[in-house]
């Protein structure tokens, strides 16, 4: 692994950028869970209720 993943484009799709670091912009454009995550933690929610 390593390096920054391959670019999944799909039709209708838009670009994100969220982050200001193309490497963890793309994983959020590849990793929908990972948007969740991020999500999750920038509001500060609990993991336990996140996760039930």
């Given at each position: 692994m390593g390096g920054i993943p391959s670019r999944v484009v799909h039709p209708g799709s838009m670009a994100l950028h969220i982050t200001?670091?193309?490497?963890?912009?793309q994983v959020l454009i590849n990793d929908p869970f990972a948007v969740l995550v991020g999500m999750m933690l920038d509001q500060q929610?609990?993991?336990?209720?996140?996760l039930a």
């Open positions: 200001g670091d193309e490497h963890a912009d929610y609990p993991m336990d209720n996140a």
